[in-house]
Each structure stands twice: as structure tokens, then as C-alpha cells.
């Protein structure tokens, strides 16, 4: 049999009475559309953050699109991110009709470097998103700070980092708003599509309920501006409270399967060989994804894959270099060592439920392939 990177059906087994339980309390409650179950879901998933605000949208790139929006966001504006990241990001907000710019990555984290802020931000910048990729948090306080002195917003893309602290403070908590995903595979994942921005400002919550919703305010008319249809589905929001409830077990499963790789790896790391996950001092890493990097990564993976073992790399096509972002105008050399990463990165399989069975075979595969390339 072959193993993948994610499998939600162990979860499933385990959880399935209560994923059951819930489809069948949506379809008995007689409201299919924004019911109680939404609601619920809003309610509980600020409270968790201690945040004002919650809305619940259809997925995670919508919730970084609307947020943008929420904030008045649009044409002829710049916001700044970075091009390791999942493309949603930045197709979100390319959405909006703003233009996406990007600074470079660190290499010991693999997130933004948030020291190329500065040379990045021109008259147009109204706001910057950074991207806690892979599960821990981009260094907030430089980013705040700057923010702040050039009078920016900042829109966490947070769909990577549930539950992920940084000096304490939650991911979603530190910016004006906060998208998060709720696909499958996320560390607070549905059995479908999903999202949510998190805000403290009442306006933007405000904003973000008409624009989820067709635009529309006090029944059927359209406010200012069309909006989307960009609800979270009531089934979706009734699972998703249910898996609330067991987020930090989760995440600590996931810490689990992160320790258990450190200490079978590590006597094969090297500089210039493999090399593992860093957390960065201050903060808690909720291990989304376990990237792990070594320069013979096309031949690593081909060993693997005739042992069955197939992985994945996120990302191996570096957003500024796609051709549907030909538009930005970035060429190859633009962002060295996120272009650099992309050709060296690959993730070990990585889930609560990841069974120790399966996380062995990865170990001993691994170990002996990087063994003969030394
Ligand atoms: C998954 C993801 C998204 C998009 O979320 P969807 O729910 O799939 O639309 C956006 N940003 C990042 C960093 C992601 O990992």
C-alpha cells in the first residue's frame, strides 16, 4: 500500500460517531443556510482566540480576499506578502484587484524576512499579509512596528497555524484581521470546504457579513458594492465546533509525530545534507506541515516513491515565477532563497493520527537513502 503525506480516514474511524452525530443534527434542525451551527461556530472559534469578531466564509482563500476587502482593500493598492507560501494567498489578493508584492523568505525558517519591509513599501501599501507558513508564526513584532509607522494594515494568513503562539500571543490574534482555511488536511480541518476571518473592528465585521452574502443588508438589497456568495456550510460548521472542542489534542499529536522524526533524524543532519524543521525562539510550532530540506531532492523522492512512499513539496513552483502571476513582472532571481528552497524542500508525512507503523517506514527509508548519499 502506498503512503501519502495525509490521511483523514484514522481520524474518521476514530471520531466517526460524532462526525455523524452532527451532519444528523444539521439535517434535523430545520435551517440548512446560516443557522445555529454557524453562529455556534463563530461564537466559539473567537472565544478560543479571545477575539471580538468571527465570520465564517466558504474557504480559506475567500477569507483572505474578503478580509482584504473588509478593510477596503482594492484596485490600485499594494499589499505585501511573500511568494513561498500557497498560491490561494496570493491569488486571493490578486482578487481584490490589488497588486501583490513580494519580499523574500529567511532561510533558516523558511518565512518572511521581514527586514526587506521597508525597501518594499511604497505610496500605494495598504497592508501587508504575512503567511505563518507550515504551522508557526512570521516575526510580528518588526512587522507591527512598521505597520504602525507607515499606517498599514496587516491580514494574517493564518491557515496554516491554528492553535500556533507566538510570546503567548495566538496566530489571528495580532493583526487587523486574521483569514484561516479549514480545508481537510489543516490542522482544524472539515470534512469538505471552509474558513473564517477573525477582527477586532465591528466595521469590518460588518463588512464581511454583507459581503459574504451577496452584499446584501436588511434583506434583499445590495449595499455600496456586490459582494459573493461566501458562506461556510451549516454541516461544515456543526463538524468544525465538534473539532474545536479537540484542537489542542490535536496539536499536540501533531508536536508528537515532530519529535518523533527530530530524534530519529537527526544524527543525519548536516549543513549541505538534510536538514529539519527549525522553531524559531518564542515560538510555539503547531507542525502543519514537517518540511524537511536536502539538495538531492528530486533523486530522495524517486528512491522513495519506488518504496511506495509518495510525498509532496509545498512548494516546488515558487508563486512569483508561475505564468498566471506573469502579470507582477518578477523574474527568476528576484527572490533567491525562496527560489533556492523550492528545488531542496519536501514534506514527511505529518497528521495526529499519522500511525507509528507508517511513521517507522518513512523513518528507515529515509535514513537508509540519505545514508548512501553521504
Ligand atoms: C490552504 C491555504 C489557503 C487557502 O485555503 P482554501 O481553504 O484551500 O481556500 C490560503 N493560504 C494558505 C497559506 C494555505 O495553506
Redesign the pocket.
Known amino acids: 500500500m502506498t503512503t501519502h503525506v495525509w490521511d483523514y480516514l484514522p481520524e474518521f474511524e476514530r471520531e466517526r460517531d460524532d462526525i455523524l452525530d452532527a451532519v444528523d443534527t444539521v439535517f434535523r434542525s430545520g435551517q440548512l443556510i446560516l443557522g445555529a451551527s454557524v453562529r455556534g461556530f463563530e461564537q466559539e472559534f473567537a472565544a478560543y482566540h479571545g477575539i471580538p469578531h468571527c465570520v465564517a466564509l466558504d474557504?480559506?482563500?475567500?477569507?483572505?480576499k474578503l478580509a482584504l476587502q473588509s478593510l477596503g482593500i482594492g484596485p490600485g493598492d499594494e499589499v505585501i506578502t511573500v511568494a513561498n507560501?500557497?498560491a490561494?494567498?496570493v491569488v486571493?489578493i490578486d482578487g481584490t484587484g490589488a497588486t501583490p508584492v513580494f519580499v523574500d523568505v529567511r532561510p533558516d525558517d523558511f518565512l518572511m524576512d521581514t527586514t526587506q519591509l521597508a525597501d518594499a513599501i511604497t505610496p500605494r501599501t495598504k497592508a501587508i499579509v504575512p503567511?505563518h507558513?507550515y504551522g508557526q508564526c512570521v516575526d510580528m513584532a518588526p512587522l507591527r512596528a512598521l505597520a504602525a509607522e507607515h499606517g498599514l494594515l496587516v491580514v494574517e494568513?493564518c491557515?496554516?497555524s491554528h492553535g500556533a503562539r507566538q510570546h503567548g500571543a495566538l496566530a489571528g490574534s495580532m493583526g487587523d484581521a486574521a483569514?484561516f482555511?479549514?480545508?481537510p488536511?489543516?490542522v482544524l480541518g472539515a470534512y469538505g470546504?471552509?474558513?473564517a476571518v477573525l477582527t477586532g473592528s465591528a466595521e469590518a465585521d460588518r463588512n464581511l457579513r454583507r459581503l459574504r452574502y451577496y452584499g446584501m443588508e436588511n434583506g434583499y438589497y445590495v449595499v455600496r458594492v456586490p459582494g459573493h456568495n461566501s458562506r461556510l456550510d451549516e454541516v461544515q460548521a456543526e463538524i468544525l465546533r465538534r473539532k474545536l472542542r479537540r484542537m489542542d489534542e490535536y496539536i499536540a499529536g501533531r508536536q508528537r509525530v515532530a519529535r518523533r522524526y527530530a530524534e530519529a533524524l537527526t544524527d543525519l543532519t548536516a549543513p549541505g545534507e538534510l536538514e529539519l524543521p527549525t522553531v524559531t525562539p518564542g515560538n510555539e510550532h503547531v507542525h502543519?506541515l514537517y518540511v524537511v530540506r536536502h539538495p538531492e531532492r528530486e533523486r530522495i523522492l524517486e528512491r522513495l516513491r519506488e518504496q511506495d512512499i509518495v510525498l509532496n513539496v509545498s512548494y516546488r513552483w515558487p508563486v512569483h515565477l508561475m505564468s498566471g502571476f506573469a502579470h507582477l513582472g518578477y523574474a527568476k532571481g528576484s527572490l533567491p532563497v525562496t527560489e533556492r528552497l523550492a528545488g531542496e524542500i519536501f514534506s514527511l508525512p505529518m497528521y495526529p493520527s499519522l500511525p507509528t507503523g507508517l511513521q517507522d517506514k518513512v523513518i528507515s527509508a529515509l535514513r537508509s537513502v540519505c545514508a548512501k548519499m553521504r
Do not use: H, M, R
Open positions: 474557504n480559506g482563500t475567500n477569507a483572505v507560501t500557497a490561494p494567498t486571493a503567511v507558513l494568513d491557515a496554516q483569514a482555511s479549514f480545508y488536511t489543516k470546504d471552509g474558513g502543519y
